[in-house]
Nanobody
Framework: QTQLVESGGGLVQAGGSLRLSCAAS????????MGWYRQAPGKQRELVAR???????NYADSVKGRFTISRDNAKNTVYLQMNSLKPEDTAVYYC??????????????WGQGTQVTVSS
């Protein structure tokens, strides 16, 4: 069984910081891209940041310069460091991973989601 377990969400004041973590576990052979998405009330789910197995990154324009995505391949874990948080960053954040399991199947896995709330 393969799953993604997220942690690090919470309530912070504007200008504060949070670090989200997402660890993949199970019968994992390899992981290609990992990333973070978010969905705010009344809006569609959007890409926040993605990172390839080799460390190439991609960010939404709205978070560029404030958020940093990183990964530890040995731990099958992806992180999202969020600095200078704004109220508009309030959303449910979802971890995503492109995983090849030991039976050679390739699947797109999602975490359950973690709430990030930024107060004014």
């Amino acid at each position: 069984q393969t799953q993604l377990v997220e942690s690090g969400g919470g309530l912070v004041q504007a200008g504060g910081s949070l670090r989200l973590s997402c660890a993949a576990s199970g019968w994992i052979l390899s992981i290609n891209d990992m990333g973070w998405y978010r969905q705010a009330p009344g809006k569609q789910r959007e890409l926040v940041a993605r990172i390839s197995s080799g460390g190439r990154t991609n960010y939404a324009d709205s978070v560029k310069g404030r958020f940093t995505i990183s990964r530890d391949n040995a731990k099958n874990t992806v992180y999202l460091q969020m600095n200078s948080l704004k109220p508009e960053d309030t959303a449910v954040y979802y971890c995503n991973a492109d995983v090849r399991t030991s039976d050679l199947r390739r699947s797109d896995y999602w975490g359950q989601g973690t709430q990030v709330t930024v107060s004014s």
